[in-house]
T-cell receptor, first 117, second 113 residues
Framework: QVQLVQSGAEVKKPGTSVKVSCQAS????????IHWVRQAPGQGLEWMGW????????NFPPKFQGRVTMTRDTSSSTAYMELSRLEFDDTAVFYC??????????WGQGTLITVSP | DTVMTQSPDSLAVSLGERATINCKSS????????????LAWYQQKPGQSPKLLIY???TRESGVPDRFSGSGSGTDFTLTISNLEAEDVAVYYC?????????FGQGTKVEIK
Protein backbone atom coordinates (compact mmCIF):
# COMPACT_ATOMS: atom_id res chain seq x y z
CA GLN A 1 0.00 0.00 0.00
CA VAL A 2 1.08 3.58 -0.62
CA GLN A 3 2.83 5.18 2.35
CA LEU A 4 4.67 8.41 2.95
CA VAL A 5 6.72 8.33 6.15
CA GLN A 6 8.21 11.55 7.41
CA SER A 7 11.08 12.26 9.77
CA GLY A 8 10.48 13.12 13.39
CA ALA A 9 9.78 16.35 15.22
CA GLU A 10 12.54 18.87 15.73
CA VAL A 11 13.22 21.99 17.77
CA LYS A 12 15.30 24.60 16.01
CA LYS A 13 16.67 28.01 16.88
CA PRO A 14 15.79 31.12 14.87
CA GLY A 15 18.12 31.71 11.93
CA THR A 16 18.97 28.04 11.50
CA SER A 17 17.73 25.53 8.93
CA VAL A 18 15.69 22.35 9.08
CA LYS A 19 15.53 19.45 6.65
CA VAL A 20 12.49 17.17 6.66
CA SER A 21 12.41 13.85 4.85
CA CYS A 22 9.51 11.97 3.28
CA GLN A 23 10.11 8.35 2.34
CA ALA A 24 7.68 6.87 -0.16
CA SER A 25 6.76 3.22 -0.56
CA UNK A 26 4.16 1.12 -2.32
CA UNK A 27 4.32 2.88 -5.69
CA UNK A 28 6.76 4.14 -8.33
CA UNK A 29 8.39 7.14 -6.62
CA UNK A 30 9.33 8.85 -9.88
CA UNK A 31 5.80 8.64 -11.26
CA UNK A 32 4.13 11.26 -9.05
CA UNK A 33 5.00 14.77 -7.90
CA ILE A 34 5.53 15.33 -4.18
CA HIS A 35 4.13 18.49 -2.62
CA TRP A 36 4.90 20.06 0.74
CA VAL A 37 2.19 21.75 2.80
CA ARG A 38 2.59 23.71 6.01
CA GLN A 39 0.07 24.05 8.83
CA ALA A 40 0.75 26.53 11.62
CA PRO A 41 -0.84 25.75 15.01
CA GLY A 42 -4.62 26.06 14.76
CA GLN A 43 -4.38 27.33 11.19
CA GLY A 44 -5.15 26.12 7.70
CA LEU A 45 -3.12 24.47 4.95
CA GLU A 46 -0.45 26.42 3.08
CA TRP A 47 1.22 25.11 -0.05
CA MET A 48 5.01 25.35 -0.05
CA GLY A 49 5.89 23.87 -3.42
CA TRP A 50 6.45 20.66 -5.33
CA UNK A 51 9.23 18.49 -6.59
CA UNK A 52 9.14 16.23 -9.61
CA UNK A 53 10.97 13.13 -8.32
CA UNK A 54 11.78 12.05 -11.87
CA UNK A 55 13.57 15.18 -13.08
CA UNK A 56 14.25 16.91 -9.77
CA UNK A 57 12.47 20.00 -11.04
CA UNK A 58 10.82 22.19 -8.43
CA ASN A 59 8.26 24.96 -8.12
CA PHE A 60 7.74 27.27 -5.15
CA PRO A 61 5.44 30.20 -4.46
CA PRO A 62 7.15 33.60 -4.18
CA LYS A 63 6.73 33.56 -0.39
CA PHE A 64 9.19 30.68 -0.04
CA GLN A 65 11.55 31.30 -2.96
CA GLY A 66 15.10 31.71 -1.75
CA ARG A 67 14.32 30.07 1.57
CA VAL A 68 13.12 26.59 0.64
CA THR A 69 15.00 23.82 -1.14
CA MET A 70 13.43 20.59 -2.30
CA THR A 71 15.50 17.59 -3.32
CA ARG A 72 15.06 13.88 -3.77
CA ASP A 73 17.01 10.65 -3.63
CA THR A 74 15.52 8.18 -6.08
CA SER A 75 17.65 5.32 -4.73
CA SER A 76 15.80 5.50 -1.42
CA SER A 77 12.50 6.95 -2.74
CA THR A 78 12.88 9.89 -0.40
CA ALA A 79 11.97 13.52 -0.87
CA TYR A 80 13.46 16.30 1.23
CA MET A 81 12.33 19.81 2.12
CA GLU A 82 14.81 22.21 3.67
CA LEU A 83 13.69 25.54 5.08
CA SER A 84 16.38 28.06 5.98
CA ARG A 85 16.54 31.24 8.06
CA LEU A 86 13.88 29.93 10.39
CA GLU A 87 11.67 32.42 12.22
CA PHE A 88 9.33 31.93 15.18
CA ASP A 89 6.29 31.89 12.92
CA ASP A 90 7.72 28.98 10.94
CA THR A 91 6.60 26.81 13.85
CA ALA A 92 4.23 24.39 12.17
CA VAL A 93 3.48 20.85 11.09
CA PHE A 94 4.95 20.16 7.67
CA TYR A 95 3.32 17.53 5.45
CA CYS A 96 4.44 15.87 2.27
CA UNK A 97 1.70 14.70 -0.07
CA UNK A 98 1.55 12.78 -3.32
CA UNK A 99 -0.09 14.51 -6.26
CA UNK A 100 -2.54 12.57 -8.37
CA UNK A 101 -4.86 13.85 -11.08
CA UNK A 102 -7.55 13.71 -8.40
CA UNK A 103 -5.71 15.87 -5.88
CA UNK A 104 -3.33 15.06 -3.05
CA UNK A 105 -4.27 11.43 -2.56
CA UNK A 106 -1.76 10.34 0.07
CA TRP A 107 -0.20 12.37 2.86
CA GLY A 108 2.65 11.83 5.26
CA GLN A 109 1.96 11.78 8.98
CA GLY A 110 3.35 15.27 9.41
CA THR A 111 6.50 16.64 11.04
CA LEU A 112 6.28 19.23 13.81
CA ILE A 113 9.00 21.85 13.61
CA THR A 114 9.19 24.16 16.61
CA VAL A 115 11.26 27.31 16.35
CA SER A 116 12.31 28.36 19.83
CA PRO A 117 15.16 30.43 21.28
CA ASP B 1 -3.63 32.98 -7.47
CA THR B 2 -7.07 31.39 -7.20
CA VAL B 3 -8.65 32.27 -3.88
CA MET B 4 -10.85 29.62 -2.28
CA THR B 5 -13.46 30.87 0.19
CA GLN B 6 -15.42 28.48 2.36
CA SER B 7 -18.58 29.14 4.32
CA PRO B 8 -19.35 28.88 7.11
CA ASP B 9 -16.14 28.87 9.15
CA SER B 10 -17.77 26.48 11.58
CA LEU B 11 -21.06 24.73 12.13
CA ALA B 12 -22.67 22.56 14.78
CA VAL B 13 -25.04 19.86 13.60
CA SER B 14 -27.06 17.30 15.54
CA LEU B 15 -26.25 13.64 15.09
CA GLY B 16 -28.18 12.24 12.14
CA GLU B 17 -28.74 15.65 10.60
CA ARG B 18 -27.18 17.20 7.49
CA ALA B 19 -24.10 19.41 7.31
CA THR B 20 -23.54 21.59 4.26
CA ILE B 21 -20.28 23.37 3.47
CA ASN B 22 -19.85 25.77 0.59
CA CYS B 23 -16.70 26.61 -1.32
CA LYS B 24 -16.29 29.37 -3.87
CA SER B 25 -13.28 29.84 -6.13
CA SER B 26 -12.23 33.20 -7.54
CA UNK B 27 -11.71 31.60 -10.95
CA UNK B 28 -13.26 28.64 -12.70
CA UNK B 29 -11.61 25.31 -11.98
CA UNK B 30 -13.43 23.50 -14.79
CA UNK B 31 -11.06 22.11 -17.41
CA UNK B 32 -13.04 22.21 -20.64
CA UNK B 33 -10.84 19.61 -22.35
CA UNK B 34 -12.14 16.80 -20.13
CA UNK B 35 -15.09 18.56 -18.46
CA UNK B 36 -13.67 17.91 -15.01
CA UNK B 37 -13.60 20.30 -12.10
CA UNK B 38 -10.20 20.21 -10.41
CA LEU B 39 -11.75 20.63 -6.99
CA ALA B 40 -11.06 18.31 -4.06
CA TRP B 41 -12.40 18.07 -0.53
CA TYR B 42 -10.28 16.93 2.42
CA GLN B 43 -11.17 15.90 5.94
CA GLN B 44 -8.74 16.56 8.78
CA LYS B 45 -9.51 15.04 12.15
CA PRO B 46 -7.75 16.39 15.24
CA GLY B 47 -4.11 15.36 15.32
CA GLN B 48 -4.26 13.68 11.92
CA SER B 49 -3.14 14.41 8.39
CA PRO B 50 -5.69 15.61 5.84
CA LYS B 51 -7.49 12.82 3.99
CA LEU B 52 -8.82 13.06 0.44
CA LEU B 53 -12.62 12.64 0.54
CA ILE B 54 -13.98 13.87 -2.76
CA TYR B 55 -12.24 14.57 -6.05
CA UNK B 56 -13.32 16.11 -9.35
CA UNK B 57 -15.91 17.92 -7.22
CA UNK B 58 -18.27 14.97 -6.87
CA THR B 59 -16.44 11.62 -6.91
CA ARG B 60 -15.95 9.90 -3.58
CA GLU B 61 -12.50 8.50 -2.88
CA SER B 62 -12.43 4.74 -2.37
CA GLY B 63 -13.64 3.79 1.10
CA VAL B 64 -15.39 7.08 1.83
CA PRO B 65 -18.91 6.53 3.19
CA ASP B 66 -21.73 7.46 0.87
CA ARG B 67 -23.10 9.97 3.38
CA PHE B 68 -20.42 12.29 1.98
CA SER B 69 -21.31 13.91 -1.34
CA GLY B 70 -19.95 16.74 -3.42
CA SER B 71 -21.59 18.90 -6.03
CA GLY B 72 -21.05 22.04 -8.08
CA SER B 73 -19.14 23.19 -11.12
CA GLY B 74 -17.07 26.11 -12.29
CA THR B 75 -16.69 28.33 -9.24
CA ASP B 76 -19.30 27.14 -6.74
CA PHE B 77 -19.12 23.86 -4.86
CA THR B 78 -20.79 22.12 -1.94
CA LEU B 79 -19.82 19.29 0.39
CA THR B 80 -22.77 17.62 2.08
CA ILE B 81 -22.57 15.22 4.99
CA SER B 82 -25.88 13.43 5.39
CA ASN B 83 -26.78 11.71 8.62
CA LEU B 84 -23.88 13.18 10.56
CA GLU B 85 -22.01 10.73 12.76
CA ALA B 86 -19.75 11.46 15.71
CA GLU B 87 -16.71 10.34 13.73
CA ASP B 88 -17.34 13.12 11.18
CA VAL B 89 -16.16 15.79 13.63
CA ALA B 90 -13.29 17.38 11.74
CA VAL B 91 -12.14 20.37 9.74
CA TYR B 92 -13.02 20.18 6.06
CA TYR B 93 -11.00 21.93 3.35
CA CYS B 94 -11.70 22.48 -0.32
CA UNK B 95 -8.75 22.76 -2.69
CA UNK B 96 -8.37 23.72 -6.32
CA UNK B 97 -5.60 22.03 -8.26
CA UNK B 98 -6.54 23.41 -11.66
CA UNK B 99 -3.82 26.04 -11.58
CA UNK B 100 -0.52 26.61 -9.79
CA UNK B 101 -0.30 27.36 -6.96
CA UNK B 102 -2.83 24.85 -5.69
CA UNK B 103 -4.86 26.68 -3.06
CA PHE B 104 -7.00 25.64 -0.12
CA GLY B 105 -10.03 27.16 1.49
CA GLN B 106 -9.61 28.36 5.06
CA GLY B 107 -11.38 25.31 6.45
CA THR B 108 -14.77 24.63 8.01
CA LYS B 109 -14.97 23.07 11.46
CA VAL B 110 -17.84 20.63 11.93
CA GLU B 111 -18.95 19.88 15.47
CA ILE B 112 -21.81 18.03 17.12
CA LYS B 113 -24.64 20.15 18.48
Amino acid sequence: QVQLVQSGAEVKKPGTSVKVSCQASGYSFTGFYIHWVRQAPGQGLEWMGWINPDSGGTNFPPKFQGRVTMTRDTSSSTAYMELSRLEFDDTAVFYCAREHSTGFDFWGQGTLITVSP
Amino acid sequence: DTVMTQSPDSLAVSLGERATINCKSSQSVLYSFNNKNYLAWYQQKPGQSPKLLIYWASTRESGVPDRFSGSGSGTDFTLTISNLEAEDVAVYYCQQHYSTPPTFGQGTKVEIK
